[in-house]
């Protein structure tokens, strides 16, 4: 199993130098990727967008509330679910999809995948197990039928048609569900479904009313996408008040742990105060969260309100994180360089060590992802775990690398079933954002 380790905390350490510190990166500004509503079905209002990445598109879904809904006086809901197409990450169309006019567009080549939205999110995972059915995208969200809110789960082989056959997962009176406050029912309409290759589990998080005026998240595991656990807060660990508004959270790139970006109430209720946070989990319950998320473009920065992170896309050695900023209605675009997010430094102080726990390594396929600066340079030792002699060395590492295969001066093979530590010696100014490696 080939694990990334992005260093978001001190848990792959067995020993960490308190001159050694963790940093968080600073998120680049690419664009803005959307904000042009000509369409009547899309009207002048748009919210809740997050991303599909598929093999071939990075896709943005987004709801509009339409004309003819704005006209009649709706706050949020029966909205359409759009979709915007890129192969690049930057640049976005419309598809033309020749699905059912709307009331707001009888030409049929709208983007609309799903028109009448009851709830105010349809979040869709694509699943490569096609384990229900198989679909290879799935979505469940909160629906009402027969004056009864409900959660369903519904199929696609092409994620912009649906299968009519939605099956039935929840009701309100369900015990499984938290309870809370009920505020026009317990369970909240956004909400989140990953699946986790490393643990073979299906996550879901919705949002839910916790008290008056405070929103939080539950969340459940699944085998099959049918039968789910009984739902769970999540913990933020030493924040366990945080009023989360959104729960954008999503499965790290090519690691087990999960990423989120939830805007977060600074004042209870007011919905002029939240910002934007990064969070991180290695068991998707417990939750950690890092100092508020950097943007450095001049709109987020002097307008914190009413910002949220969407998610993570990968294209061309780069994370794309696509904001959406609901108060101007719009979708920009910011990049970090791949697995880039965290980062370990030692402040130019020559000679650190830092020592990993044991790890039942099957090879010597180790890559790192650094940085050096003036002089700086790095050594990787691979130490057995018994009497922490070398195993092997690397070559002195410097530059800039997102992937590099370390390159090994003794060549001594590693024992499967063995335990070993990865020693991590840092010399001048030097940066390390993750490394990768397999086991058992």
């Not at 904001?323 to 979708?331: D, F, G, L, S, T």
Request: with cysteine.
């Amino acid at each position: 199993m080939k694990i990334t380790e992005p260093f978001f905390d001190t848990s792959f350490f067995h020993h960490f130098p308190n001159k050694i510190h963790l940093g968080l990166s600073e998120l680049h500004y690419e664009k803005k990727v959307f904000g042009d509503y000509t369409r009547n079905y899309e009207g002048k209002y748009t919210f809740y967008s997050y991303i599909l990445q598929t093999k071939t598109t990075i896709n943005l879904l987004y709801n509009a509330r339409p004309k003819s809904i704005q006209e009649k006086g709706a706050i949020a809901h029966h909205s359409h679910l759009c979709i915007l197409e890129s192969t690049d990450g930057l640049n976005f169309h419309r598809p033309k999809l020749n699905n059912t006019p709307t009331t707001d567009d009888q030409s049929g080549t709208n983007n609309v995948i799903i028109k009448g939205l009851v709830a105010d999110n349809f979040p869709i995972l694509m699943d490569e197990n096609k384990m229900l059915n198989g679909w290879s995208y799935v979505s469940i969200f909160r629906n009402i039928k027969n004056n009864k809110h409900i959660v369903e789960i519904i199929g696609s082989n092409n994620y912009t048609k649906w299968d009519n056959k939605s099956q039935i997962l929840f009701d309100m009176n369900d015990d499984r569900i938290l309870k809370g406050f009920k505020w026009r029912n317990y369970f909240d309409t956004l909400s989140t479904i990953i699946y986790n290759p490393y643990t073979k589990l299906y996550s879901f998080y919705t949002r839910y009313n916790k008290a008056p005026k405070i929103r939080h998240v539950q969340f459940s595991t699944s085998t099959n996408l049918l039968n789910w656990s009984k739902f769970q807060e999540i913990n933020i660990i030493g924040y366990p008040t945080y009023n989360i508004y959104v729960p954008t959270f999503s499965l790290y790139p090519d690691s087990p742990y999960y990423i989120g970006f939830p805007p977060i109430f600074a004042n209870e209720g007011d919905y002029t105060s939240f910002y934007t946070t990064i969070m991180f989990s290695k068991d998707g319950l417990n939750w950690n969260t890092h100092n508020t998320l950097k943007l450095d473009n001049s709109l987020i920065r002097n307008i914190p309100s009413h910002c949220y992170a969407t998610g993570i896309a990968i294209y061309n050695d780069k994370f794309y994180v696509y904001v959406m900023h609901i108060r101007k209605c719009e979708i920009h675009c910011y990049s970090v360089p791949k697995h880039r997010f965290f980062y370990i430094t030692n402040d130019c102080v020559d000679n650190i060590s830092l020592t990993s726990k044991s790890l039942k390594l099957i090879n010597k396929d180790i890559h790192l992802n650094f940085k050096t600066y003036h002089q700086g340079y790095i050594i990787i030792e691979l130490l057995n775990k018994h009497d922490k002699s070398i195993i092997d060395r690397s070559e002195k590492l410097s530059g800039d690398h997102l992937n590099h295969k370390l390159k090994w001066s003794i060549g001594t093979s590693i024992i499967m079933g063995n335990e070993y530590h990865i020693n991590i010696i840092m010399y001048d100014k030097s940066y390390i954002y993750s490394i990768s490696y397999e086991i058992e």
